[in-house]
């Protein structure tokens, strides 16, 4: 069955950007990473802050499959999570989600497999 990428896009306000990376990257990754179905976590930054001065933050999830992301969808932890997320940072955080389903792919060649 193909995996299912979870894009979520988290623009941050300077003045919140500290607090909540580190919340962000100690908790909420933490918790989702616990939840049925996600099986990794990447974090990105854009090097150069956005045209109003904000920081855009793009988190790639990896799921096992398009069932696992949708019993997610439905279930009381996202609600609550993304409550959490809201009540903490909302004022101060703008969030975009985007779903990728896996179509193909190509593994890397090995740079030791020669040696």
Known sequence: MPHVLYIVTVDVSPAA???WNNWHTRFHMTEMLQQPG??????YIEPSPLTDGWFRYVVFYELDS???LAAYEQSEAAQRIRAD???RFGDVT???RR???E???LAARDPYEDL
């Open 85 to 87: 997320h809201e009540q």
């Open 38 to 43: 996600f099986v990794g976590a990447r974090k």
């Open 103 to 105: 179509v193909g792919g």
């Open 66 to 68: 398009p069932t696992s």
């Open 17 to 19: 950007e500290a607090a």
């Open 94 to 96: 703008r969030v975009a």
């Open 99 to 101: 779903i990728l389903h």
